[in-house]
């Protein structure tokens, strides 16, 4: 029997707090204060619980970078991944018009 609803990549991609961390090169801590400065909302109460999908791998991705490149407190950086997402979506709505 088939289930009537869409499999996403996200509910088949996922990583936990040290699998994150290791695919993106940084410490655990790293990842930690992300999620602390809610850059990262990952599903799940406890970091052994945590759970990240394809844009939080991403998006910590970009702040990593952001972060070193820019010298960004956690703050703009925040500010600065959100305004890059939003200027994505706004571009994805604009392809679709």
């Known amino acids: 029997m088939e289930s009537s609803l869409p499999i996403s990549a996200d509910s088949i991609f996922t990583l936990t707090l040290e699998q994150l961390a290791w695919t993106c090169s940084v410490e655990s801590a790293w990842v930690c204060v992300l999620v602390d400065e809610a850059i990262l909302n990952p599903s799940g109460a406890t970091p052994a619980d ?8 991403a998006r910590a991705r970009r702040a990593w970078r952001l972060y070193h490149e820019l010298e960004a407190n956690l703050e703009v950086l925040g500010l600065i991944l959100d305004m890059q997402d939003e200027i994505s979506r706004l571009h994805a709505r604009l392809d679709c018009a």
Not at 50 to 57: C, H, P, Q, S, V
């Open 50 to 57: 945590w759970r990240f999908n394809a844009e939080d791998l």
